[in-house]
């Protein structure tokens, strides 16, 4: 049982938690057996019978109310003393005994919590887990403790705790107390394999272990089945094995119904009314009267127009934003929000928000009058409500997930290849009409002022070169199910996955139009070279080089530009980065000369990209290599952008009438086109 504290980032709202260690070991010693230990048996036999347990054996847990599975890390839970309350089914009004001695112990590489003790409560629940145990009953054990501090491991990432790796997501529970610890007979971890025995060894036993060495590892005492003497006759202070059964058959049905009530008070209080779902469960309300609390609670006060549900002011679009983010464990959020809103959606949302959980706060905002998830319709009409109510709102469901979707699609778009970023010429665009740029190359000279200080006019010549932007998009649908299974994921992966799909179409479409340049890197423009003699080395580069700095203008004179960049596939990218960086190139041949100097050492930055020479675009090769001028100078490539808006948009709004859900759409307006042959060199690299 597992009892949250105030933690500010990943702890669930507090509620009582049933926790049972996976492959827990409950046994018990028959007080009317004698104890071997060493070989020889003990001179007396205890008065009442006790126990060891495996009471956690520091794995993950799947826990009722907690999002994630759980782990409690031994090393920072605190005993505040060896003698902890023993109960059945974490219930203070059934009492069965207490520990003597509790430690955290290594089994393999693993550490577990182990704990010895007495059953010494004169209580039904004492008395049938005694019978039950001679019976050979398996019980289980479960630890009951509150967290102090949490910690959310995200998806993707990994730690070490207890001895054992776990895989994110998960919780934590980095600090914590223990209360108490119960037998039972099922717990919240279906995976338990607990043992329990009367412990009762033959005479030529020999127990592997001495409990009462402080410096041993406590272990189930447990023997075989020859050895184990036939089940003693029942004492008078032991119920009949009828009764035994009956109080069994009692106990279970009383926690089922506990259980049962308390989360039909949950379902009832819902997020809304916590303080009302703790009164409840401690002063064990029915659910009608915790319903009919939570409608008193809900009523408008005198003066307040009826039938509107007053949303919490404290919850603005900025902290919902800001708890999304914080759930879907989005880096740098420091950066995006300011203190007091990350402290706000921490504090409002301390386990994290659900997808339906947001969606209810802007139906609320907007007039919604509903409790619950139920009417998920509804709730999603009120949450995208257009209405007059919306007006007086500060929470725009659209806004949110359109703004909490972008951070993620920017992420997506920024997580494939840019290279093309690098290399071409930016242009912003207003429209998409085909825009034409003229190039002033020969008619730019200044002239000479004649007496007088008339300046001559300048022409733009007739080079002139083309480009529009189109505009590429793509829906991707949240549906019902996702917002039923309450699925705050779909609304960080969808947007990946936009942003992704926008970053591979804008490198689909610049590499296709600028590998595809049979007419543009060609012998005509002198702008590419081709033999043995272009492979990319030292005497290649410096062709290259020679070939760029040899071009003309159309009045045939320097064009005045430097090359600045060695653009390179995959298969070139080392020798292109030793050609950037090495200051001498030494040749292993006899006939070398040392040492050989690297001329062009610093002289041109390297780009790579995967797509020069994949086999899906036409004019690909592994071989074939490019020398650039940086494109702010000439560019040999344009990109133009709508409104100067490089990144995609994304756009959030409810599902069509036929689709149950939440639409998003992604788009990207842009346009790519050759420029300048001029502004560089293409070498084959092969004969």
């Known amino acids: 049982m597992l009892r949250p504290a105030n933690d500010n980032h990943s702890a669930p709202s507090p509620q009582h938690l049933q926790l049972t260690a996976p492959e827990s070991v409950v046994t018990l010693t028959d007080p009317e057996q004698s104890i071997v230990a060493d070989g020889n048996s003990a001179s007396s036999a205890p008065t009442s019978p006790t126990f060891s347990m495996v009471a956690y054996t520091g794995d993950a847990m799947r826990v009722m109310g907690w999002r994630y599975p759980v782990v409690v890390d031994l090393s920072g839970l605190q005993i505040p003393s060896q003698r902890r309350p023993i109960r059945f089914a974490h219930s203070a009004f059934q009492g069965i005994g207490h520990t003597e001695r509790i430690t955290v112990t290594t089994q393999g590489n693993h550490q577990q919590l182990v704990a010895e003790g007495v059953i010494s409560r004169d209580t039904p629940a004492a008395r049938e887990v ?87 590892d406590p272990q189930p005492i447990t023997a075989s089945s020859k050895d184990r003497p036939a089940a003693q006759p029942v004492t008078d202070t032991n119920p009949a ?171 997506g778009f920024y997580s494939v ?88 179409k804008i490198n689909d479409v610049f590499w296709s139009t600028f590998l595809g340049n049979s007419d543009f890197f060609k012998t005509a423009n002198k702008n590419y070279l081709t033999g043995a003699s272009t492979a990319l080395s030292i005497d290649g580069l410096t062709a290259g080089e020679t070939a760029f700095m040899d071009q003309v203008d159309t009045d045939g004179k320097p064009i005045g530009i430097m090359p600045a960049i060695v653009l390179v596939p995959t298969a070139l990218s080392a020798v292109g980065t030793t050609l950037w960086k090495s200051l001498e190139i030494r040749d292993t041949t006899s006939s070398t000369k040392y040492p050989v100097a690297n001329p062009h050492q610093g002289k041109f930055r390297v780009e790579v990209s995967r797509y020069l020479a994949n086999s899906q675009y036409t004019g690909n090769s592994a071989k074939a290599w490019y020398l650039l001028a940086d494109a702010n100078d000439l560019p040999v490539i344009e990109t133009a952008f709508l409104n100067g808006q490089e990144s995609p948009t994304i756009e959030t709004a409810e599902a069509d009438f036929n689709v149950l859900g939440i639409q998003m759409r992604g788009y990207h307006d842009f346009g790519v086109a050759l420029q300048d042959p001029r502004g560089g060199i293409k070498a084959k690299g092969e004969a």
């Open 130 to 216: 005694v019978a039950s145990g001679k019976k050979g009953f398996p019980w289980q054990a479960s630890i009951g403790a509150s967290v102090d501090q949490t910690e959310l491991i995200p998806p993707g990432s990994k730690t070490t705790v207890n001895g054992r790796t776990f895989q994110g997501p998960i919780y934590i529970a980095q600090r914590s107390t223990l209360g108490e610890i119960s037998f039972v007979d099922l717990g919240a971890d279906q995976q338990t394999s607990a043992q329990i025995a009367a412990n009762a060894i033959a005479e030529d036993t020999t127990m592997n272990n001495n409990p009462t060495d402080p410096n041993t």
């Open 241 to 411: 094995p009828l009764e035994a059964q009956a109080n069994l058959s009692a106990m279970r049905k009383e926690v089922a119904d506990e259980l049962r009530r308390q989360s039909r008070i949950r379902e009832v209080c819902g997020e809304r009314f916590p303080s009302i779902a703790v009164q409840a469960i401690e002063e064990g309300w029915t659910p009608d009267k915790t319903e009919l609390e939570t409608l008193r609670a809900g009523r408008p006060t005198v003066g307040s127009a009826p039938n509107v549900m007053a949303p919490d002011r404290s919850v603005t679009s900025a902290v919902l934003e800001a708890a999304c983010v914080l759930s879907a464990g989005l880096t740098e959020a420091e950066k995006n929000y300011d203190e007091q809103t990350l402290d706000v959606a921490s504090r409002r949302f301390r386990g994290g928000i659900g997808l339906q959980e947001l969606l209810l706060e802007a139906a609320w905002a907007n007039g919604y009058t509903g409790r619950n998830f139920r009417n998920s319709r509804e709730v999603l009409r009120y949450a995208f409500s257009n209405s007059v109510e919306a007006a007086f709102s500060t929470i725009d469901i659209g806004g949110i997930l359109s703004n909490v979707g972008n951070k993620f699609l920017l992420e």
């Open 417 to 504: 290849e840019r290279t093309w970023r690098n290399i071409t010429a930016i242009r912003n665009v207003s429209d998409f009409k085909t825009v034409t740029s003229y190039r002033l190359v020969g008619k730019d000279q200044y002239e000479q002022v004649a007496p007088g200080g008339e300046l001559k006019h300048g022409t733009l010549g007739n080079e002139q070169y083309a480009n529009k932007a189109d505009t590429y998009g793509l829906t991707l649908s949240i549906d019902r199910r996702d917002i039923i299974n309450d699925d705050l994921g779909a609304i960080t992966t969808v947007p990946r996955k936009l942003g992704r799909g926008s970053g591979l």
